[in-house]
């Protein structure tokens, strides 16, 4: 029989206000907030920093529910931060033209672990094509240390129009 495990200590996701700043950023990403706080990025405290022009950069501070059983940033999480950071720096680009971004593949390898401190991503756009986009995110320590890269296809979709859309 396995041991019981301890009770997680419950930790506080950031407040809709610290996810991010929107200032200088089209009007999709303050229509549509991220992250909205009980979605996927807003439980896990995922924030997007900047997202133009085929760059992107988002972090996340650690936390007891980004890691596992052993103090360590979970490899879920280096993939959730990579979506989330390429999603919407695709977002960007294709909402003016009546289109939308979704995760399609995500492929993360771990390097290094992170145990406190903040997960840094930097992403950059591969390929810019009409129905995908490519994306290479690396994922940092505080030191500069590469902890992890993540390869992201994002779908490009004609978004479906809603009341008020004047795309």
Do not use: K
Not at 21 to 48: A, K
Not at 88 to 101: C, I, K, N
């Amino acid at each position: 029989m396995l041991p019981a495990l301890p009770e997680p200590q419950p930790s506080q996701p950031p407040s809709a206000a610290e996810h991010r700043d929107t200032r200088g950023m089209p009007d999709v990403l303050d229509r549509y907030p991220v992250p909205v706080p009980r979605t996927l990025d807003g439980v896990l405290g995922l924030r997007l920093l900047e997202a133009a022009d085929g760059e992107a950069r988002g972090e996340a501070r650690y936390a007891e529910r980004l890691c596992q059983r052993f103090g360590v940033v979970h490899g879920g999480a280096y993939a959730a931060l990579a979506e989330m950071v390429a999603t919407e720096a695709t977002m960007v680009a294709v909402w003016p033209q009546g289109e939308t971004a979704m995760g399609m593949s995500n492929d993360t390898s771990f390097l290094s672990p992170i145990r406190s401190g903040t997960v840094h991503a930097s992403a950059r756009a591969l390929h810019r094509g009409a129905t995908t986009w490519v994306w290479a995110v690396e994922h940092r320590d505080d030191d500069g240390r590469l902890c992890a890269v993540s390869r992201v296809t994002i779908a490009v979709r004609r978004r479906r129009p809603e009341p008020g859309d004047s795309a």
